[in-house]
């Protein structure tokens, strides 16, 4: 069965710019969650969706961040203008159920802001 | 005000010298509480789901146990590939999810 997909896996950009990422979870799961972690932190819930719809983005800095999962499957992460502190590993996961469920997790990419 | 704290921060142990990890969380409405494995340069790996207090769950060398406010992870006589940073996850409420800082393991051969 193949894993979470995640690219790129790396990627530097210059503060102001726009990056995004891209992700396709495991087929078959319903909810994909997008986590940011900063080195020596533990993963921190960016958003969280259900099939198509949007479960909890409570954590999402909505005034740069944006993400979409179309169709149910594939979801697409965006941030625009990056700031230095958006340097971190951005985790994209997928589940069979609802959060309450294991989560697989993709490799991540990792963002450098310069 | 963290909703999950993992300690110690950091271990380093003797290979065969076992040792246990605390997740302690303040959530209400706990609905699972999870580790995961996380190796340097990749995504957590799942571990174990514990559901209610007095629960256990065992894998290899790893026991996982969870009361009302707390969980440990016990490595029982490690070796050097258990050495990684343990997640504790717990999921609560309306569908929320947080993640403590880890727990990182070295086992020195």
Redesign the interface.
Known sequence: EAG?AQSPRYKIIEKRQSVAFWCNPISGHATL?W?QQIL??????LI?F?NNGV??DSQLPKDRFSAERLKGVDSTLKIQPAKLEDSAVY?C?SSFG???????????TRLTVL | EDQ?T?SPEALRLQEGESSSLNCSYTVSGL??L?W?RQDP??????LF?LYSAGEEKEKERLKATLTKKESFLHITAPKPEDSATY?C?V?YGN????????NQVVVIP
Not at chain 1, 40 to 45: A, E, F, S
Not at chain 1, 98 to 108: A, H, K, L, S
Not at chain 2, 41 to 46: A, C, L
Not at chain 2, 95 to 102: E, I, P, Q, V
């Open positions: 979470v969650y986590y020596g932190q533990g993963p921190k819930l969280q259900q479960v909890d985790l996961a609802t959060g309450y469920n294991e989560q697989f997790f993709g490799p991540g | 999950v993992q609905r699972g999870f995961y340069g990749k995504g957590p790996e799942f789901t997640l996850a999921a569908n929320r999810l947080a993640f403590g800082k880890g």
